[in-house]
């Protein structure tokens, strides 16, 4: 026959196993469900991003529209070039900012009526 203070022990220790792992499934539950708002909250980020990103396009290329329309061209070319150069998917190789500023010249030039 065990001895009432070794089944006390056993309880005792069953208890605390069973304790332990109840507290770990909770914890893991929450890191679970943390994870999945981090998630979330990342594809929200990326989706206002973009809907920003295009509307700053939309506006630079209508600012632009509005420009050449007024006979601003240089300017309007400029501000089309812009709205242009945002709507890209950022590639490492665009460099239509650099292209522009080159060709800034040759605006000016056509601008004159030359």
Same mark, same amino acid.
């Given at each position: ?35 999945? #708002? ?15 990103? #295009? ?9 632009? #529209? ?49």
């Amino acid at each position: 026959m065990v001895p009432p203070q070794s089944q006390l022990a056993v309880s005792l220790a069953t208890t605390l196993v069973l304790t332990v792992l109840l507290a770990t499934g909770a914890a893991f539950t929450r890191v679970i469900r943390d994870r999945d #708002r981090v998630a979330a909250l990342a594809r929200e980020k990326a989706a206002a991003a973009s809907a920003s990103q #295009r509307q700053l396009a939309i506006n630079e290329f209508e600012r632009g #529209r509005n420009l050449c329309e007024t006979g601003d061209l240089t300017q309007g070319l400029l501000w089309l070039a812009s709205g242009l150069e945002n709507s890209l998917p950022k590639w490492p190789i665009w460099t239509g900012r650099s292209a522009l500023i080159s060709g800034a010249g040759c605006l000016t030039f056509i601008g004159c009526g030359l």
